[in-house]
């Protein structure tokens, strides 16, 4: 299973309403919008996971806001 990072985990969780689909293209649409470099990146991880992970991996996942 894929294993997210803390600051990817709370990244998909301000989408968690959504399913994996929609989530990739919330971030896709997101990314035109972003300046910061770092953020950036790690948008751009978080979309590679998800893509990489089939649907019924994701839908196991629980993505919960937390804090580092």
């Given at each position: 299973?894929?294993?997210f ?28 919008y ?11 991880q ?8 089939s ?10 806001l937390e804090?580092?």
């Open positions: 299973m894929m294993k990072t803390i600051e990817e985990s709370n990244l998909i969780a301000m989408y968690a309403h959504k399913d994996r689909r929609e989530i990739l293209e919330e971030l896709h649409q997101a990314v035109i972003i300046q910061e470099p770092e953020m950036l990146e790690l948008v751009h978080t979309i590679e996971k998800i893509v990489q992970m649907e019924e991996d994701f839908a196991q996942e629980v993505f919960e804090e580092e």
